[in-house]
């Protein structure tokens, strides 16, 4: 059974940092590409952040490139987002994506960690 555990949420001053962790069981993880996503309040999930299976190759939302830091620990089991100069419309819950095989879909999905930016 794959399970896909985020941690590292909370509430943080505009400006500031936080990095998220999402750890993965039951599957071998570094096949698999992942992903960040977050949904704000009243809003569409949208996609923030992916990175390959072994980490060589990442991707970014217009609205984060530059603050943030997609990452993997491979030996770890273990997806970061490292997220910096955060802004209040960086506000959401993030979620953890893991792809299918062949990259085409997401299979699994973490429950979530909120983020919350205040001003």
């Known amino acids: 059974q794959v399970q896909l555990v985020e941690s590292g949420g909370g509430l943080v001053q505009a400006g500031g940092s936080l990095r998220l962790s999402c750890t993965a069981s039951?599957?071998?993880?570094?096949?698999?590409?992942m992903d960040w996503f977050r949904q704000a309040s009243g809003k569409e999930r949208e996609f923030v952040a992916s990175?390959?299976?072994?980490?060589?190759?990442?991707n970014y939302a217009d609205s984060v490139k530059g603050r943030f830091t997609i990452s993997r620990d491979n030996t770890k089991n273990t997806m970061y987002l490292q997220m910096n100069s955060l802004k209040p419309e960086d506000t959401a819950v993030y979620y953890c994506?893991?792809?299918?095989?062949?990259?085409?879909?997401?299979?699994?999905w973490g429950q979530g960690t909120q983020v919350t930016v205040s001003s």
């Open positions: 039951g599957r071998t993880f570094s096949i698999y590409a």
């Open positions: 990175i390959t299976g072994s980490g060589g190759g990442t």
């Open positions: 994506a893991s792809r299918d095989y062949w990259g085409q879909s997401y299979d699994y």
